[in-house]
Structures are given as C-alpha cells and as structure tokens.
C-alpha cells in the first residue's frame, strides 16, 4: 500500500512539473495608446502594399479639427522583429506567404495583445486582404487600447461618489478628474491639462426626446445647444457652447454599459466667441429609470493634437455602469 501511494505522489509530481513547463510565460506589453507595430518588408512597405496599409490604418480620426490619425505607426522589416520588438500591445504583421492567411491572435509575444495576422502569395492578393480586414483588425487594436487606458485609470481614481448618489451612475477616471459643477442632476467634471481643459458633462433627458427618423441629428443638435446655453456659458452674456454650425456631426449607433445609444462626434463652438474644440457624446436608452442618460468628453486644448485626449474621454464614458437597484430605490423614497 505504502509503495502504490508513493508511485501516485510521483505520478503526480510529475504530472505538475510536465504542466509548469507547459506554462508559456509572457511580458507586459508595452507602448503608448494609439500606437500601432507594424512588421513589413521595406520595399512593400514603401511601395502599394504600404500605401494600402497607410489608407486604412493612419486615416483621420472622425470629429477632430484637424487630420490626425487613427495609429502613430512604427514600422520593422521581418528581420529585426525579435526579443524586446515583439512586446508591443498592437502588432500587424504583413507579409507574402505561399498561402493566404488572415486573422487577430490573442497574447503571442506578451499580454495584452492583439496581433493582426495578414499573409498573401502576391503583392496585389495581400492589398486585397489589407482592404477587407482592416475594419475587423482595427476595431480590435482600438478596443485593445480601451482596455489598456480604462485599466491605467485605476493607479490612480476619482473617489467623488455625487454621480452615483444623485443620478445612479459612475464612471472609472483617475482622481485629476473633478466635479467642477453640480447643479439640478447636471454634472461638469474637469481636468486640467497644459494648454487647457478635459471635460465631461452628465445630465438626463426624457426617454422619448430623441426620435429615430431623418430629424434625429437635429434633435440632438438641439439637446446640446439647450444644454450649453443653460449650463456652460462663455465668458460673457449670450456666449455659450453649441455645436459648431460649419460642420455636420458624424452619429452612429452604439452599445454602452449593454445598452443602446446613439454615438455623437463632431465639433463644438462658443457662440459669439472665437473658441472650439471636438466632442463625443452617448445619448443611452436607460428604459428601467424612463430616461436618457446622455455623457459628453469635450476638449479646449488650442494648437494642440487631441486624437489622445478624446480617445482617453471615450475610454471613460465607456465605463459606464447603471446602479438601477438604488435608483429604483430613489424613486420609490420619492413617491
């Protein structure tokens, strides 16, 4: 009996160590959000495969002032792509192979990551499948980067709980971040950056004030402008944030915290006053509170690139959370 349980103990010890060696461990990537890898020959990538990954992955960022793009890319040809190299959080790799192969690979070289895996015969098949992945690859880089920016919130985060006490919501942002203004269920929450400010508002509209038909982006152009008016003035009287007129705004349809919403960028102004900027706006359909809960990021920052400051905005909107059990609560005290 002593001899069969000491033959399991060692059966299992190495089993143990057979798994431990099977273990593959990975770094920390590494970069800075919005970057992008990306692992090509030098001579495609200066010719038209180049020029096609160019077109998709360094386009402009919708609802900006000026062109920015989408990723600051640093290319490596296929042969300095090793060690250190291959810890970086977003990689695309693109190269002529005897088969075609495309696709996203979690975790390869380090974690997080996401690796876009895009493999061709010839020059023109490849371009093809640059054009026909990009959207798939790059929605994945970019929800990547949200969850690498949400996660750096929490080194450092906002302890204020007025969101969650008055309008039954919070959101995850560093502690830079504080309530400047609170006033009938309107919240204005600010940062300070070096040329300027970080902004986002908080407030709710009736369930049913946002139609979905043609008149839908007057509507909300309306909100904003109602809102601005009566809650961010400028410096003197009849100055006040509305939507830049010059420029329609891009809106699209969204999920936020499981619900749906409607996606709003474009450009906000100060009427009457040479000052601007962009915004991203969710207007969310929170049917279990008979409400819209609408959460804005605005910026100020002149003469200054703000692809990263709307993209750390949109990265904390997203972290909506409804505490539907205390704002049901709430309503019951109020009957």
Same mark, same amino acid.
């Given at each position: 009996?002593?001899?069969?349980l000491?033959g399991?103990?060692?059966?299992?010890?190495v089993?143990s160590?057979?798994?431990?060696?099977?273990?593959?461990?990975?770094?920390?990537?590494?970069?800075?959000i919005?970057t992008?890898?990306?692992?090509i020959?030098?001579?495609?990538w200066?010719?038209?495969?180049g020029?096609?990954? @160019?077109?998709?992955?360094a386009?402009a960022?919708?609802?900006l002032?000026? +062109?920015? /793009? $989408?990723? *600051? !890319?640093?290319q490596?040809?296929?042969?300095?792509?090793t060690?250190?190299?291959?810890?970086s959080?977003?990689?695309?790799l693109v190269q002529k192979?005897s088969?075609?192969?495309?696709?996203?690979?979690?975790?390869?070289?380090a974690?997080?990551?996401?690796?876009?895996?895009?493999?061709?015969p010839?020059?023109?098949e490849?371009?093809?499948?640059?054009?026909?992945?990009?959207?798939e690859?790059i929605?994945?880089?970019?929800?990547n980067?949200?969850?690498?920016s949400q996660?750096?919130?929490t080194?450092?985060?906002?302890?204020?709980?007025?969101?969650?006490e008055?309008?039954?919501?919070?959101?995850?942002?560093p502690s830079?971040?504080?309530?400047?203004?609170?006033?009938n269920?309107?919240?204005?929450?600010? @940062?300070?950056?070096?040329k300027?400010?970080?902004?986002?508002?908080?407030? +709710?509209m /009736? $369930?049913? *004030? !946002?139609?979905?038909?043609?008149?839908r982006?007057?509507?909300?152009?309306?909100?904003?402008?109602s809102?601005?008016?009566?809650y961010?003035?400028?410096?003197?009287?009849?100055?006040?944030?509305?939507?830049?007129?010059?420029?329609a705004p891009?809106?699209?349809?969204?999920?936020?915290?499981?619900?749906n919403?409607?996606?709003?960028?474009?450009?906000w102004?100060?009427?009457?006053?040479?000052?601007?900027?962009p915004?991203?706006?969710y207007?969310?359909?929170?049917?279990?509170?008979?409400?819209?809960?609408?959460?804005e990021g605005?910026?100020?920052?002149?003469?200054?690139?703000?692809?990263?400051?709307?993209?750390?905005l949109?990265?904390?909107l997203k972290?909506?959370?409804?505490?539907?059990?205390?704002?049901?609560?709430?309503?019951?005290?109020e009957?």
């Amino acid at each position: 009996m002593k001899k069969l349980l000491m033959g399991c103990l060692v059966f299992l010890l190495v089993l143990s160590c057979k798994d431990k060696k099977q273990e593959k461990y990975l770094p920390d990537s590494v970069g800075a959000i919005n970057t992008l890898a990306i692992v090509i020959d030098n001579n495609m990538w200066k010719g038209r495969v180049g020029d096609s990954i @160019r077109k998709y992955y360094a386009a402009a960022v919708d609802g900006l002032p000026w +062109e920015e /793009p $989408l990723f *600051s !890319i640093h290319q490596m040809p296929p042969e300095v792509f090793t060690d250190f190299a291959r810890n970086s959080r977003n990689i695309l790799l693109v190269q002529k192979d005897s088969s075609k192969v495309a696709g996203i690979k979690d975790d390869l070289y380090a974690k997080p990551q996401k690796v876009g895996i895009v493999k061709a015969p010839t020059e023109d098949e490849l371009i093809a499948e640059v054009a026909k992945t990009a959207p798939e690859i790059i929605a994945s880089f970019k929800k990547n980067d949200i969850r690498e920016s949400q996660e750096r919130f929490t080194r450092s985060l906002n302890r204020e709980t007025a969101l969650k006490e008055e309008l039954g919501v919070s959101l995850t942002m560093p502690s830079i971040y504080k309530i400047a203004k609170q006033e009938n269920n309107f919240f204005w929450i600010e @940062r300070q950056i070096r040329k300027g400010t970080m902004n986002i508002l908080v407030y +709710e509209m /009736p $369930l049913n *004030s !946002i139609p979905n038909d043609s008149t839908r982006v007057d509507a909300i152009i309306k909100m904003r402008d109602s809102i601005g008016q009566k809650y961010v003035p400028g410096r003197e009287e009849g100055m006040y944030m509305i939507t830049e007129k010059a420029y329609a705004p891009y809106v699209f349809s969204a999920k936020i915290a499981g619900r749906n919403a409607i996606e709003t960028k474009g450009m906000w102004e100060v009427k009457n006053f040479m000052m601007a900027g962009p915004f991203i706006n969710y207007i969310v359909e929170d049917k279990p509170n008979n409400r819209l809960l609408v959460i804005e990021g605005f910026t100020f920052a002149p003469s200054t690139n703000k692809r990263d400051y709307m993209f750390e905005l949109e990265a904390i909107l997203k972290t909506l959370k409804f505490d539907d059990k205390d704002k049901g609560e709430l309503a019951k005290a109020e009957k």
